[in-house]
């Protein structure tokens, strides 16, 4: 077991495939999510010794599995998996692949079925029904669309290597990691080479099978395999290519059913059968025939002039088993399995290894451990498979030309280096080839050392952790409203742009200089568009979201806006009604929202008057200002409530200071008086004839009281001797939002703002009247 990483902390764990071929599975954990990489078996063992070490790794943890590809040393274990242990993610895979696992795997219950070890364990490591009951629940993926699963997002590309096989690339919190899988980037007969995905990577799990070999050119291997076989048969020889059941072999068979066609006369006239003994991949040509449209141009283009499928072979025929096969005469078998482990290819080797005329092809990558393998060190016998105390001589030839689907040292160097990852992780090589591998990576990045981009390598064995620390990335989102604000701003810089081009044109230079003058204030060349709005981040997805607040519900229906209340109560000691009247100088129409002794229709009844009899103590007066602010009194208590906001504060504080000057004001006491006639509707200029400065401080006192350090009072020649007339101003900044009085004249000279603008024209208003004479 390995321990949970740390968050920021991405750990590679293989449990089979490092240093070796075979069983290839790695778990990548990173921000507590788990992806594991493929299940494969190791072709050399069997049952539960073929397995990936799954008993080091709780398979619990996994979130999602994706296999590469159908090869058995990717996906034969899978089943197994999916069954026999506590694995309980999502399984993924590209639809061609999902379509031939089917067959392939059946055909791999049977060849492999041992039935009870001499242990007396059943070896099996499933049956057919496990392989059925999970193969439902595996899911298929499209190249080039990303699936997202919890926050680990993937998106599957063409590796070439052999039909369905895909490169995943997996980004889990900005971090990206490519798994190359199985690939190769040889254009050959039928498929694409292995795509660079367009986006970069951090890390990157590449395969090193081939170390730093180098393979022949196409032309030249294929010329010799034709050669090879035709100078065999020639001789009356037969010729044995042992082959996987299917990808390759495939291949094999595309070109030799060519060479076939080309050339009838110097083969006899159709006398040299080519036999395909596999019933697998006989029922598994209906799937390459299916997906003509997953492979290249080349073999799309010959489907389509020909309407013929390329995969009905004209010169091969398939062989359900041995017991069908006459073999009378030279003749060319591609048989599986490739490794010549058990099986039809084990069979037919048996058979014809003791005749020197006979040729033992292998075109495949043999895996360490096997048959295929143990023949190219040319033994002088080799032991049966149905009896291995009996030893059969080896006198035929052995030959091998590499159509394995396998990227080589230049190759690999090429993709490996347009990928600049600065992590690379080697997997699915022996260790020989591996660390060759390594060393000419390292030497070839070697002006990277000691730098940032320097190039890190690493070849682990099994079941040991690479561990890379990435410092967290964090790319937010613009979500919702806030984008069409981005785009509003970026209309206006474009704007802003144009018009400057228009000037360098020479156009209208006096105009459109003011334009770059503009734009050269507010928004400099490539200046960033400043836009505010709340981070949302996501834990689960790591999405970081900017949107804004008024969206936040929408896109975030998790999180809730915290609204705060304030409420305030003061002691007053003067009646309703005066309040009321005070508020209304102040506010213009007010709300009432309950008023049982009616008292608010009586002021207006009385235009403005205040009658003194209607208030009842105990009779409540609701009152709602400038639609947020609530206003009740009832007896000598006024309470004030509203949602924190920075105009609904400054309202609030305003009734607050009403509140507690109401009684004292002389405005009060002068509309509380009986024989007051209706001064107080004096217009103001007409009050300014005969004011002294004192009135101008009053009002400037009233502004100070409800503007607070926004308001500040500029008198020009700034003493109590001051003559009327002469300019005294007032300015009031909250924001962006200006006004600017002149008191002299009780007038607004200039405000941007209209609420704003309303605002003081009533506290003139009620200024006023606050300093008309007594009567
Ligand atoms: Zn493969
Ligand atoms: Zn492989």
Redesign the pocket.
């Given at each position: 077991m390995i321990d949970q990483p740390r968050s920021n902390s991405f750990t590679f764990f293989g449990l089979g495939?490092s240093n070796e071929?075979?069983r290839?599975c790695h778990i990548l954990q990173y921000k507590n999510k788990v992806v594991m990489l493929d299940a494969?078996v190791h072709p050399a063992y069997q049952g539960y010794a073929s397995l990936p070490f799954y008993d080091e790794f709780d398979l619990a943890k996994v979130d999602i599995l994706l296999i590469?590809?159908f090869?058995v040393?990717?996906a034969a274990s899978l089943p197994y998996v999916m069954q026999k242990t506590n694995f309980q993610g999502r399984v993924f895979m590209t639809h061609p692949t999902k379509a031939i696992y089917r067959w392939l795997l059946r055909d791999f219950v049977r060849v492999t079925s041992i039935g009870v070890s001499s242990t007396g364990k059943d070896e099996n490591l499933y049956t057919d029904e496990d392989l059925a009951e999970s193969f439902d629940r595996i899911e298929t993926v499209d190249y080039h669309s990303t699936v997202d699963v919890g926050g680990i997002k993937f998106t599957a590309f063409h590796a070439g290597?052999v039909l369905g096989a895909a490169m995943f690339q997996i980004e889990i919190a900005g971090l990206r990691v490519l798994f190359t899988?199985?690939y190769s980037r040889e254009l050959d007969r039928h498929l694409n080479s292995a795509e660079v995905p367009p986006s970069s990577s951090d890390v990157l799990i590449v395969?090193s099978?081939f170390g730093t070999a180098t393979h022949e050119p196409r032309v030249n291997r294929e010329r010799k395999l034709t050669q090879l076989i035709h100078s065999t048969v020639s001789r009356g020889g037969r010729v044995l290519l042992p082959v996987f059941a299917l990808g390759r072999a495939q291949e094999l068979m595309l070109i030799l059913d060519e060479y076939w066609s080309q050339h009838p006369e110097e083969l006899g006239g159709g006398q040299v059968p080519i036999y395909y003994a596999s019933n697998l991949a006989r029922k598994c040509m209906s799937v390459f025939q299916t997906y003509v449209n997953m492979m290249n141009d080349d073999i799309r283009r010959k489907f389509r002039d020909s309407q013929t499928n390329p995969f009905v072979f004209k010169n091969i025929s398939y062989l359900k088993n041995m017991d069908e096969f006459q073999d009378f005469g030279p003749s060319v078998m591609l048989a599986s399995p490739g490794m010549l482990q058990s099986g039809l290819s084990r069979e037919v080797l048996e058979r014809w290894c003791p005749e020197d005329k006979n040729l033992v092809l292998i075109t495949g990558?043999s895996v360490e451990g096997t048959m295929a393998k143990f023949l190219m060190l040319e033994p002088d016998t080799i032991p049966s498979i149905r009896n291995p105390e009996v030893t059969i001589p080896r006198r035929c030839q052995i030959e091998e030309i590499s159509f394995a689907a396998?990227v080589d040292f230049q190759e690999n160097l090429e993709f490996i280096e347009k990928i600049s990852a600065s992590n690379i992780i080697l997997v699915?090589g022996e260790s020989n080839p591996m660390g060759r591998l390594k060393s000419a990576l390292l030497s070839n990045f070697a002006s990277t050392k000691g730098t940032d981009e320097e190039v890190h390598v690493y070849n682990p064995r099994n079941c040991v952790e690479v561990n890379l620390e990435f410092k967290g990335i964090k790319i937010a989102k613009a979500v919702g409203n806030i984008v069409d604000e981005i785009q509003r701003e970026e209309a206006v810089e474009a704007k802003k742009e144009n018009t400057h081009a228009l000037k360098i044109e020479g156009i209208d230079g006096a105009k459109k200089m003011q334009g770059k003058e503009e734009r050269e204030l507010s928004a400099g060349e490539g200046e960033e568009i400043v836009v505010s709005g709340i981070l949302v981040s996501d834990e689960k997805n790591f999405d970081l979201n900017l949107v804004s607040l008024t969206d936040l519900r929408e896109h975030h229906n998790e999180l809730s806006t915290t609204v705060l209340r304030e409420r305030q109560t003061v002691h007053v000691d003067c009646k309703k009604e005066l309040i009321y009247w005070h508020l209304c100088q102040m506010f213009g129409d007010i709300e009432v929202l309950e008023d049982k002794s009616n008292i608010t229709n009586m002021i207006k009844a009385e235009d403005g008057e205040i009658p003194m009899n209607g208030d009842k103590p105990d009779d409540k007066l609701v009152l709602q200002i400038m639609s947020d602010i609530k206003l009740t009194v009832m007896d000598n208590a006024a309470t004030v409530e509203w949602t924190q906001g920075l105009i609904s504060d400054a309202v609030a504080d305003s009734v607050v200071a009403i509140l507690m000057s109401v009684d004292s004001s002389p405005a009060s006491v002068k509309m509380t008086s009986k024989t007051c006639d209706r001064h107080n509707h004096q217009h103001p200029e007409e009050l300014v004839q005969q004011s002294p400065i004192w009135k101008v401080k009053q009002i400037a006192k009233l502004f100070k009281e409800q503007f607070g350090d926004t308001f500040t009072l500029m008198m020009n020649k700034g003493d109590e001797d001051s003559k009327e007339g002469e300019d005294v101003n007032g300015v009031i900044t909250i924001g962006k939002n200006m006004a600017r009085i002149n008191f002299s004249q009780l007038k607004i000279e200039e405000c941007n703002s209209n609420p704003l603008k309303g605002r003081v024209e009533q506290i003139l208003s009620m200024g006023a009247d606050l300093v008309a004479p007594l009567c």
């Open positions: 495939g071929v075979g290839s494969g590469s590809h090869h040393d990717h290597h899988g199985d395969e099978t990558y396998h699915h």
